[in-house]
């Protein structure tokens, strides 16, 4: 069993460094399954898929300015990837949150979920800021087989990820 530790100096919030707390894991790692909460309540297992390309994103806060923009751009470029592309915004919103986001913002392509009860994605991927308690911004592309392709832990928080990379990286996996 992989031991839960800290990371500092791997994410800032406007210069300021933070700590990271969880499992780290690494490209060609299996994705460690995670469970958190959908929009209606109900209990949202990463396991249910597999079997499918998906690219997990987190935020922070979908109710801030660069996770506003960010989900945005995932629900636009999630039309045109195919339905074996998914993609998966975690954050420490709670549910009710997330839907009304995702209602004023017209986001039906992207699956919101909330990791606030057990900090379970958070721990399992590493991201879990000590200092706040919400999650680093960050993208995992997993492949069909369950395992990660391809890891993006932004350096800021104000900053927006590389998303030609991933959309290039989960593109090719559908190939």
Known sequence: MKTTHERKGIVTMMGTPLTLIGHEVNVGDPAPDFVAIDNNLAPFTFSSLLDNIVIISSVPSLDTPVCN????????EAIKLGSDIHIL?????????QKRWCG????????????????????SYGVLI?????????VFVVDKRGDIKHIEIVDDLSHEPKYEVVLETARRLGR
């Open 89 to 97: 915004t975690v954050s420490m919103d709670l549910p009710f949150a």
């Open 130 to 138: 000590k200092e706040t308690r919400l999650l680093a911004r960050a």
């Open 104 to 123: 004023d913002h017209g986001v039906t392509s992207v699956k919101t979920v909330s990791d606030h009860r057990d900090a379970s994605f958070g721990l």
């Open 69 to 76: 923009l960010e989900t945005q751009r995932f629900n636009e």
